[in-house]
């Protein structure tokens, strides 16, 4: 039979994690935004090599009217990509170098891309005053526009999605409308509510008519908060596979966390040796 019923714990998911589908899109997009900000920079420095040798003394300021508006665009276009990619595979919060870092890139790629030339130019003292006075305006101005493109106001975190996940597995439990349930946490939270009502649904007794949300998986090693490799949970700890193993326990929800993604395929099996009767 199985223990006494845990004292009540918050089913709240400690690692949200990106499924590897998610983390191939933002590779992708990162990829692609990596690529965007190269061109950027390269269109910067042809910018500059063109000062230095002169070739905006006397007109072609459309040609560097140009570079401007070129580098603005992919900054701004690397910018959005990167931040798409954040949206499949955010950084912790709790890391707050990385989380800052990740989430602003665009901003600090885009001054970069824009701080050395409008120095450059501004200071460029074979540059007619015109010329100097229109491009540097209208650099400017790009610079602060595309900027402000990069800046993620409201960035995503690993923290925001638990929380999110977590919201929309109770919802779904529930039957209530899944407003929390964003495609970014919506497949795992599925996953938790299923296996949450399949849990609850073979380990009914007398003392639990409505059944449980325990389950029982091998615990990480060397006290890991998870394993590296997906492990299976199980309906009790005194079945055969857990059998001299160091053994977790709690809801489905908390069995994820510790990478225990799979529910037992041995349902009636295990049914039978902790004390639950089949639904069959």
Not at 5 to 29: F, G, H, Y
Not at 94 to 115: E, H, P, W
Not at 159 to 183: F, L
Request: hydrophobic share 45%; charged share 20%.
């Amino acid at each position: 039979m199985t223990d006494d019923k845990p004292a009540a714990r918050p089913d709240v998911t400690k690692d949200w994690q990106a499924t590897k589908d998610q983390k191939s899109a933002a590779t992708r997009l990162r990829i692609f935004a990596a690529l965007a900000w190269l061109v950027a920079i390269v269109g910067e420095i042809v910018a500059i090599v063109l000062l230095f040798r002169h070739k905006f003394d006397e007109g072609n300021l459309p040609l560097l009217i140009g570079l401007l508006v070129g580098i603005a665009i992919f900054a701004i276009a690397g910018s959005m990509l990167w931040k798409a990619a954040n949206q499949h595979d955010p950084a912790r919060e709790s890391d707050k170098a990385r989380y800052f870092f990740q989430n602003q890139l665009g901003a600090i790629i885009t001054v970069i891309a824009f701080l050395p030339l409008i120095f450059l130019i501004l200071n460029d003292k074979n540059l007619d005053p015109r010329s100097k006075k229109i491009a540097g305006g209208v650099g400017a101005a790009l610079a602060v526009v595309a900027t402000a493109l990069g800046v993620s106001y409201n960035p995503p975190s690993v923290e925001q999605y638990t929380q999110d996940m977590n919201a929309c597995a109770t919802q779904i439990k529930a039957g209530q409308p899944t407003t929390a349930c964003s495609p970014e946490v919506a497949a795992q939270a599925q996953d938790i509510a299923r296996d949450s009502a399949a849990v609850a649904a073979a380990t009914k007794d007398a003392a639990n008519p409505a059944g449980r949300d325990v389950v029982y998986w091998i615990a990480p090693e060397n006290g890991a908060k998870k394993t590296d490799t997906p492990h299976v949970f199980h309906l009790c700890e005194g079945v055969s596979p857990l059998k001299d193993k160091t053994v977790n326990h709690g809801s489905v929800t908390e069995a994820y966390a510790q990478n225990a993604i799979r529910i037992t395929k041995q349902i009636e099996m295990e049914q039978k040796q902790c004390g639950f009767s089949s639904s069959k």
